[in-house]
C-alpha cells in the first residue's frame, strides 16, 4: 500500500483532474476507462485432500508448493456499467 506524505497543491490538483474525468458524462467516442492489478501467488497443494463422507467435511492439508505469480488486470468502463 503506498501513502502520501504530504497534500501539495499539485498533489490536491491532480486529484481534482481525476475526479473531473470520472464525473464526465457517458460519451461513447470517448469512454472514460479504469484499470486495475492485482498480483496473486499461483499454489498448489502438496497432497491430495481426504474426501467429503456423510457427517465430515472434506480435509485439505495448509501445506502447498508456490508455482509462480501472476497478475489480473481489470478494466471497467463505469458510467456504461460494464
Do not use: Q
Not at 497543491?9 to 464525473?23: G, H, P, S, T
Amino acid at each position: 500500500m503506498w501513502c502520501v506524505p504530504e497534500l501539495t497543491a499539485e498533489f490536491i490538483e491532480r486529484m481534482e483532474d481525476v475526479l473531473r474525468l470520472y464525473a464526465r458524462k457517458l460519451d461513447p467516442v470517448e469512454p472514460v476507462v479504469c484499470l486495475d492489478e492485482r498480483p496473486v501467488v499461483l499454489r498448489e497443494d502438496a497432497r491430495r485432500g481426504v474426501a467429503m463422507k456423510p457427517g465430515r467435511i472434506s480435509r485439505r492439508d495448509y501445506e502447498y508448493v508456490r508455482c509462480g505469480t501472476a497478475n489480473i488486470f481489470c478494466i471497467v468502463e463505469p458510467l456504461a456499467g460494464r
